[in-house]
């Protein structure tokens, strides 16, 4: 399956972006799906997962009331609503797909076989 995210951008402090993650070459339904992000010289983080059905998510902390992680298998495609933006989420964002035997939630970058190619959203202060 192959992912592209977008939806990033330039946005200032206390705005809202909402990314999206749209799956071509295969169908979502499967897959428990996540997003992360990269900051300039840091490590990827775990941000958001969310259950193949949508029935269980997982938000980082870090967003934890920001953010908003949403599936739509039908349309397959994911999405990250990203509200009260901060200085410090800019980042390159990555959607990922990822199987999880149990059928919940996948927090480690290492869990998740697929990947979007990234999209840049920065905030201004």
């Known amino acids: 399956v192959q992912l592209q995210a977008s939806g990033g951008g330039l946005v200032q402090a206390g705005g809202s972006l909402r990314l999206s993650c749209a799956a071509s070459?295969?169908?979502?339904?499967?897959?428990?799906m996540g997003w992360f992000r990269q900051a300039s010289g840091k490590e990827r983080e775990f941000v958001a997962s969310?259950?193949?059905?949508?029935?269980?998510?997982d938000i980082a902390d870090s967003v934890k009331g920001r953010f908003t992680i949403s599936r739509d298998n039908a349309k397959n495609t994911v999405y990250l609503q990203m509200d009260g933006l901060k200085f410090e989420d800019t980042a390159v964002y990555y959607c990922a797909a990822g199987s999880s035997a149990w059928g919940g939630t996948l927090l480690l970058p290492s869990r998740y076989a697929y990947w979007g190619q990234g999209t840049q959203v920065t905030v201004s202060s």
């Open positions: 070459g295969g169908t979502i339904r499967n897959y428990v």
């Open positions: 969310i259950s193949w059905n949508g029935g269980a998510t």
